[in-house]
């Protein structure tokens, strides 16, 4: 029996321990937005917070996650589709097929708590995620448009 | 009903088989019969109008899509074709996929599904837009029968009918069960794209919200009452087999429920969830018949493939003028290329579910044809077709490889082993890498002739290598020859054909098909022909002194769509003008699925560290149907090809892949993305594609920048493997 906080609820679930926090939230939990894409933490398809912090799920066994810390998915990061980078994401219509972009964002939302105006080498170094439909040069001027307030910068 | 029945499961795999996957050539739908003809629509509370379009009496106006959405907007594109027509107001659309085999019950009234060869809209703008503009004369028809007037004095805009005369007006919504009875007209005229409003606009796309917010559902995250998950291992060697397997050593591992044989190549683990059935697989003793190809490597495929360089048999592509003997005058240059293989690696591994029982066989899947799945679940379930049902599923990317139906047949295989349960196969990132259906592999040989004042007298190019068609598609070779190994390089062919006009040229292809599976793959041959002919025309410019843009544009007088989008990448990027210090440019042109593109590049390497800092691309598909989509697919498709040119290498040894998942499969990622510019420059009167054809120049203008930039020509692919120091 493990217990674990995801989007502010505490699950109590019987799991091997071994298996990666990825797949109990995506077939335990339920919650299928954070996706597996290598699960090699190569892609960061898989991406979700724990406590705040940016972390590929499907190589972190569940029983690494602590009974207290907090784990944020996509579905999670605003009630509605309100966080400035959904806003940002949604206005520059970010998305090609989708699969990567909850990791993106997530992978983004990590970047902007630690650097809430990150420059374009932050970016590069901090955004390793991969979008085989190349939505890079959007997912960049998403991120800059949230640090900014939803004031729009040229697009890079 | 009696078209279901008079169509017998056979004849409609063929029909199938003869539209899956990349180019369909000479796909001809007639004019589609209005659907009210065939009874009520298949929404049972709305009534449809007619096959394209449903209005709820809210006035939101569902518009069925027929292609398969799989991040190329053409789920918006066509919607927008639609409306347009239809008059409907664009805030209150929606849209949803029929059914495969509601299609085929419909006698096909939806056209074909297959979505490949970016052909989504430019092969079904016509039909689509007259279904759109049935609908408006329809529901114009009910208000004015309604109203008793002529329907010549009613006119239909943003979703209202209005009688001016009398002051009257009626919404879609409250019209569209009367309009449902109103005979379809016989004749519609089309808009003029220049009265467009909604088509020919950079509109949002209509899917991007659930995108935000993991609502959106793929085929990985369907969740079905009583589901059971599988994981697959198919032999890794092509042209292997199972030879036993152990599946008491896994049967009492947590979760399993059952270990199956899937046809003669691979085993699966059916678990409670994924996670379980991987862990067990993983576990799991497997004894692979090797099959024929153990001797296989790159290095084997690479000689058979040098061996064709100079072999007598080939087929040709084309012809002008005598290259032989033009060749052996003058001054001549001779260059070998060679392309690798790719795999697809669409960010969503290949998965399927499928629900079989003895009477009925249901599969959930994103796919690129939904057709071609329905026929692979009735083979596999060996059931008739019209007892089997596909529901399509938004893909996590396709780039061609779900075009392919192997994992729907191993999913119906794996359900029917468990009658009654719905089953769902995720293959894992290793089985998606080792089970590709592969970019192919060629190599070309390329001499030029040059006269005394630097002209281009003579081209001969010869292609050694794969074809996809003889493989996917044998239906389609043309007394054995693969017509679309040319893509790009063909004399006249509205598809795609050489914007140079040279007067003795030889194209021509040594088929050579090494046992490795190909399919198509973005951009498909138009990739490594466009870096053959654009990278060895910067070679030939270079031997004669002259500027590449200069070379070029002497040689396309009579091209004057290849040339205008020459043009305009030369001059966004100021060729003209020096570049910044230490940045280096090349250009690269060419034509193929049906529409003309050009790139320029500006790079710069230091200390073997290539950089690419901007590209600027220009594509003229002759119609534009929203330009902020197709922005989005030139940067994807650069970040694709470019993928490819810099990282992307499957190699194999002892008859099987090496590579297993992007860390040893690497691909681009954000820091090397360069600055994209699209310049979009439709002339009018022809409908070229736009998924794909940018990608093509991508490589071979970058290519041609790193040799302004280090002197340096990168024949061979990928850029990972040679120093630029
Ligand atoms: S699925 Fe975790 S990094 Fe790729
Ligand atoms: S949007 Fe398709 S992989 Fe990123």
New binding site residues.
């Given amino acids: 029996m493990a217990r674990l906080i995801i989007n502010s609820t505490p699950h109590e679930i019987e799991v091997d321990p071994d298996t990666p926090l990825?797949w109990v939230i995506r077939e335990q939990i339920g919650l299928t937005g954070t996706?597996?894409?290598?699960?090699?933490?190569?892609?960061?398809?898989?991406?979700v917070h724990i406590d705040g912090a940016a972390t590929?799920?499907?190589?972190l066994p569940v029983s690494a996650v602590g009974p207290d810390q907090q784990i944020t998915t996509i579905e999670g990061l605003s009630p509605d589709s309100s966080h400035p980078l959904q806003q940002a994401w949604l206005q520059l219509d970010v998305p090609q097929c989708g699969y990567c972009q909850a990791?993106m964002i997530m992978a983004a939302a990590g970047l902007l708590t630690q650097n809430p105006n990150p420059s374009d080498e932050d970016i590069n170094n901090e955004i390793t995620n991969?979008c085989r439909c190349g939505t890079y040069n959007r997912v960049r001027a998403a991120i800059k448009l949230a640090a900014n307030g939803g004031e729009a910068t040229q697009r890079g | 009903m009696n078209a279901i029945i008079s169509i017998s499961r056979r004849n409609f795999m063929i029909g199938v088989a003869s539209t899956a996957g990349g180019l369909s050539i000479g796909f001809n739908l007639p004019f589609i019969k209005p659907a009210l003809a065939e009874g009520a629509g298949t929404t049972p509370e709305v009534p449809e109008v007619n096959a394209w379009v449903v209005i709820r009496p809210d006035d939101t106006v569902v518009v069925r899509i027929a292609r398969s959405e799989m991040g190329q907007g053409t789920l918006t594109g066509l919607a927008q074709l639609v409306a347009e027509e239809l008059n409907c107001d664009w805030s209150k659309v929606t849209t949803e996929y029929p059914s495969p085999a509601k299609n085929l019950a419909r006698d096909r009234v939806w056209g074909n599904f297959s979505t490949g060869g970016s052909r989504g809209i430019r092969e079904s703008h016509d039909y689509v837009r007259m279904g759109g503009a049935v609908a408006r004369e329809m529901l114009i028809a009910a208000a004015a029968a309604e109203w008793k007037v002529p329907a010549s004095e009613c006119t239909a805009t943003k979703g209202v009918v209005t009688h001016a005369a009398s002051d009257r007006t009626a919404s879609y919504g409250q019209l569209a069960a009367a309009a449902a009875q109103m005979t379809p007209p016989a004749n519609v005229t089309l808009k003029d794209p220049k009265d467009w409003t909604i088509a020919g606009r950079p509109l949002p796309r209509l899917d991007t919200a659930d995108k935000l917010n993991g609502s959106q559902i793929y085929g990985t995250d369907l969740k079905l009452p009583n589901m059971l998950n599988a994981a697959i291992r198919a032999c890794p060697y092509f042209g292997g087999k199972v030879k036993s397997f152990d599946a008491a050593a896994v049967a009492g591992m947590p979760g399993v429920r059952t270990v199956v044989q899937v046809g003669d190549t691979a085993v699966a683990v059916v678990a409670d969830t994924w996670w379980r059935a991987k862990t067990a697989l993983d576990a799991l003793p497997v004894t692979w018949d090797e099959g024929p190809n153990r001797q296989v490597t790159s290095a084997s495929i690479a000689a058979m493939l040098e061996e064709g360089l100079g072999a007598d048999d080939a087929f040709i592509g084309n012809s002008q003028g005598d290259a032989g003997t033009a060749l052996s005058t003058g001054r001549t240059v001779t260059a070998t290329y060679a392309f690798p293989y790719q795999n697809h690696a669409t960010m969503e591994p290949m998965n399927a579910t499928a629900l079989y029982t003895p009477e009925r066989c249901e599969v959930w899947v994103p796919t690129q044809n939904g057709e071609a799945s329905l026929a692979a679940a009735a083979e596999a379930a060996d059931l008739p077709v019209q007892q089997c049902e596909v529901h399509k599923i938004h893909l996590g990317g396709g780039f061609g490889r779900r075009g392919m139906q192997d994992y729907v047949t191993q999913a119906v295989q794996i359900a029917r082993e468990l009658p009654g349960t719905p089953v769902k196969l995720i293959w894992s990132?290793e089985e998606d890498m080792l089970q590709g259906r592969y970019h192919p592999i060629t190599q070309c040989r390329l001499t030029g002739a040059l006269d005394a004042d630097g002209n281009l007298t003579a081209l001969r190019m010869r292609i050694s290598g794969q074809s996809i068609l003889a493989a996917v598609m044998p239906q389609r070779m043309q007394d054995g020859m693969d017509p679309i190994i040319f893509q790009g390089l063909t004399a006249a062919s509205p598809e795609g054909h050489i914007g140079y006009t040279i007067p003795n040229l030889l194209v021509d292809h040594a088929m050579r098909n090494p046992p490795i599976p190909p399919g198509f793959w973005r951009g498909v041959n138009l990739n490594q022909n466009a870096i053959y002919l654009e990278c060895f025309m910067d070679e030939l410019a270079h031997e004669a002194g002259v500027d590449p843009l200069a070379f070029r544009r002497k040689l396309m007088a009579n091209h004057p769509k290849h040339l205008a989008v020459l043009d305009a990448v030369a001059e966004r990027i100021g060729w003209n003008t020096p570049a910044a210090d230490g940045v280096h440019r090349g250009l690269a042109q060419i034509m193929g699925f049906g529409s003309y593109v050009a790139a320029a590049a500006e790079v710069s390497v230091t200390d073997g560290q290539l950089r690419i800092h901007r590209i600027v691309a220009a594509t003229d598909p002759g119609h534009v149907v929203n330009p902020a989509q197709i922005e989005r697919q030139v940067e994807g498709s650069f970040v694709y090809g470019l993928s490819a040119c810099i990282y992307g290498e499957c190699t194999v040894n002892g008859g099987r892949m090496e590579q297993e998942n992007?860390d040893s499969y690497e691909v681009m990622r954000m820091a090397e993305m360069p600055e994209v510019e699209t310049i979009i420059l439709p002339s009018g009167g022809f409908w070229g594609g736009v998924g794909e054809p940018t990608i093509a120049v991508a490589a071979p203008a970058v290519l041609n920048a790193i040799f302004a930039a280090t002197g340096k020509r990168i024949r061979t692919l990928p850029l990972k493997n040679h120093d630029l120091a």
């Avoid at chain 1, 590929?56 to 190589?59: A, F």
């Fill in positions: 990825l996706k597996y894409g290598c699960g090699v933490a190569a892609c960061g398809a898989c991406t590929r799920s499907c190589v990791g991969i | 990132r992007f």
